[in-house]
């Protein structure tokens, strides 16, 4: 599905998700549920297990998620649920709505997990904070799960554009050279992403794919969801 085709939606509306996570931030406040876990914990681990096999952690490693939400695949990241543990005070997660970061922060608390960091930011237009000891705001690792999905659901701004037809190289711009972007879709196929994010203005590169479960209906067999890699040259 080509992204102009997407009718824009609630969920591509800021005003969606504070309601949202003001909504889960009170949750946890009374009962310590953290939220939900976008595209469900299994596509979660297949992510964090992909993470651990092409992106072992380095001491210096830098990791950014956009569209963090309540920070659970970067929790993942930290507590190990893999083969390794990714030093937290090198892991950023950023959100555009203030709730989520509200509740990430929260849950890292609770966690003791507070070295995470985590921080409003619109990643369309704002470029991340630095992590302690950064210059050049560049990023070995950036993770992306349903970001995009819902960023492509935007209406069109001011200019006539699709907001996200931007999202694509603002990645390559962070990326650092010979650093990876994991992102995980279900609103677009494997192909669909790489004739996205594989173009001549983003330098960016086929890394491989996630192997997600085939459902069938109505005859078709296809994945709930598409994980995709892509790097970016040394």
């Known amino acids: 599905m080509d992204t102009s085709e997407l ?4 969920l591509g509306t800021k005003e969606h998700w504070d309601n949202v996570y003001e909504e889960e931030l009170e949750n946890f406040s009374e009962n310590g549920d953290e939220g939900e876990i976008w595209f469900g914990k299994r596509a979660m681990n297949e992510m964090v297990k992909w993470v651990n096999q092409h992106a072992p952690p380095r001491p210096d490693m830098s990791v ?3 569209g963090s939400g309540n920070g659970a695949l970067l929790f993942a990241l930290v507590e190990g649920r893999g083969e390794a543990c990714y030093p937290p005070h090198r892991l950023l997660g950023i959100d555009y709505s203030e709730g989520a970061v509200q509740l990430a922060q929260s849950v890292a608390h609770s966690r003791n997990l507070t070295a995470i960091t985590f921080r ?20 070995d690792l950036i993770l992306d799960k349903g970001t995009y999905d819902a960023i492509a659901l935007m209406e069109k701004g001011e200019n006539g554009r699709i907001p996200v037809e931007g999202y694509p190289m603002r990645i390559a711009k962070l990326l650092n050279p010979g650093g990876h ?13 790489q004739s996205k994010f594989i173009t001549e203005e983003t330098g960016l590169q086929y890394h491989s794919r996630i192997e997600h479960p085939t459902i069938s209906f109505g005859g078709s ?10 790097t970016k040259s040394a």
């Open 64 to 66: 950014l998620e956009v």
């Open 221 to 230: 067999t296809g994945s709930a969801c598409s994980s995709v890699a892509f």
């Open 120 to 139: 409003v930011c619109d990643f369309l237009h704002e470029d991340p904070p630095l992590l302690a000891d950064d210059q050049n705001g560049a990023w």
């Open 7 to 10: 009718e824009p939606s609630k």
């Open 181 to 193: 972007f994991l992102i995980t879709s279900c609103n677009f196929t494997d192909f669909e992403l």
